[in-house]
């Protein structure tokens, strides 16, 4: 995937607290997945609003299935961001 370099204004105190958790050189990568998770979770907002414009309200077995979904997108993040020399499986699919 293409980078391009913006900037971006943040709270001195937490970019230098992730930047002393992560590094310098990590900090891009980090804000990355970041923002990626944060789409996938306005993502998911959007198909629960979406499913309950068209069928109402979610049942109890709706809200566990979204719930799996959800730590199903977790465990993938969670994988795809440890070490490679810890396991992590970068093929590992999304969920649906």
Known sequence: MATKK??????????EEIRSEVGAGNFSAYVT????????QDRLGELVA?????GGPLTEAEMA??????RDHERYFAERDRP???GGDSNLPLAG
């Open 33 to 40: 997945r970041a923002i990626e998770r944060q789409r996938e």
């Open 50 to 54: 979406w499913m309950q414009e068209e």
């Open 65 to 70: 299935e979204a719930g799996a979904e959800l």
């Open 6 to 15: 913006y900037t971006v204004t943040l709270p001195e105190e937490l970019a």
């Open 84 to 86: 490679a020399d810890a």
